[in-house]
């Protein structure tokens, strides 16, 4: 069965960097398209980045220029590398694969931006 687990979260102060990763299971990797999506506190769910099996690239507007979502397709593993980050990038960040018409979801990795 597909399996998404992410890993990488934790305390960091504004302006520092962590780097996300979602590591796939169950499902040819290669062939999919994968996106970070993350939950602040009390808010909806938000999309925040996206990469096509090709490593086209896309992302929120709140994040460009700072985050990076990259891909290793022979690990099965998605990174989500981010910088300069910001109080109001809290959140628990969240995985995601759409494949044949289902939806997959990790159990999400809290990150927590604060001095």
């Known amino acids: 069965q597909v399996q998404l687990v992410e890993s990488g979260g934790g305390l960091v102060q504004p302006g520092g960097s962590l780097r996300l990763s979602c590591a796939a299971s169950g499902y040819i990797f290669s062939a999919y398209h994968v996106d970070w999506y993350r939950q602040p506190p009390g808010k909806q769910r938000e999309f925040v980045a996206g990469i096509t099996h090709g490593g086209s690239t896309n992302y929120a507007d709140s994040v460009k220029g700072r985050f990076t979502i990259s891909r290793d397709d022979a690990k099965s593993t998605v990174y989500l590398q981010m910088n300069s980050l910001k109080p109001e990038d809290t959140a628990v960040y969240y995985c995601?694969?759409?494949?044949?018409?289902?939806?997959?979801w990790g159990q999400g990795t809290r990150v927590t931006v604060s001095s």
């Open positions: 995601h694969i759409l494949r044949l018409g289902t939806d997959y």
